[in-house]
């Protein structure tokens, strides 16, 4: 039977992943009782012991950083709960921990041909546009597209709500024309026989296929799934959801300023998105090759 924690997590995170938040917690809540520190009352240097503790068992800091973060996801439910006032874990990060690379990205006119070819003969597929639509023009990830509700599309300003998550800041960004067409049809017409065929009562925006029951929550993570099989097809290159946001990102930092990007794409911390800023390499690249002696 699911617990408290296991609810809030599933509206932010994919099942795998709350697993494993689940599991680093139990751990953490034994070394708790070992150690007899209560763990509404942990104080930061409880919290930097336990990291200690993890050192001494071999983890690497990369695994560390994965066992805090799922601490910190424990105290946002405790907080939110009213249960504690303060997350003690917020202000705690690991140095010097290596960055896993980035996916090559996707030249951002293939993006855009993928989202103009893509089919619309079927109701799932018009529901698979208005998706690919949110991730190749706005960016989104998964976790974003599932907290999506009806309020967040603002269809006469020609605008759209992102809603903050775990990982990723809200903002307000601008829909493409285009989008707005099939978000319309999506919001009349196909949106209500979803409901009505998976019997859901929601206000979440994106419906997928499955019954989860009326008062249960549901994610959109299977749908997203489904649309990149699909994808693949057309485009073998297209790898996951991650690597479309790389190529956004990567777009927009030739049109905008880090920052601009920064409260564009989410990112709570700017060294986030100047991981993707390979404006200045090519720069360089142009440089050497105009300056080159042997030209």
């Not at 609810?7 to 007899?36: A, D, Q, V």
């Not at 601009?260 to 200045?280: A, C, D, L």
């Amino acid at each position: 039977m699911k617990n408290e924690f296991e609810t809030y997590l599933e509206s932010r995170f994919r099942l795998n992943t709350i697993r494993g938040i689940i599991g680093e917690n139990k751990l953490y809540k034994l070394w708790c009782e070992k150690e007899n520190v209560q763990i509404e009352k942990v104080t930061y240097n409880d919290i930097l012991a336990y990291i200690n503790y993890c050192k001494e068992k071999g983890n690497r800091k990369r695994t560390i950083s994965s066992k805090l973060n799922c601490i910190k996801y424990y105290y946002d439910y405790l907080k939110s709960k009213q249960v504690i006032q303060i997350n003690p874990a917020t202000d705690i990060r690991l140095k010097n921990i290596e960055k896993s690379p980035l996916h090559a990205a996707i030249k951002y006119e293939e993006l855009e041909t993928l989202y103009q070819d893509y089919p619309t003969s079927g109701i799932l597929q018009k529901r698979n546009k208005c998706i690919l639509g949110l991730l190749i023009y706005q960016g989104l990830n998964t976790s974003e597209l599932n907290k999506l509700e009806i309020k967040d599309v603002k269809l006469e300003e020609g605008k759209i709500y992102i809603p903050s998550t775990a990982k990723s800041n809200s903002r307000i960004l601008k829909l493409e024309s285009h989008q707005i067409i099939q978000l319309q049809n999506y919001i009349l017409t196909i949106r209500p026989i979803l409901l009505s065929m998976t019997e859901k009562k929601t206000d979440q925006l994106l419906i997928s296929t499955g019954k989860t029951g009326i008062k249960k929550p549901h994610n959109i993570f299977s749908a997203v799934k489904g649309l990149l099989e699909y994808v693949r097809k057309m485009e073998p290159k297209i790898k996951d959801a991650k690597q479309i946001r790389a190529s956004v990102i990567n777009h927009w930092l030739k049109q905008y300023n880090i920052r601009q990007v920064q409260y564009m794409i989410g990112h709570k911390y700017v060294s986030s998105t100047e991981r993707y800023n390979t404006n200045k390499l090519e720069s360089l690249q142009e440089q050497i090759e105009k300056l080159h002696p042997m030209k």
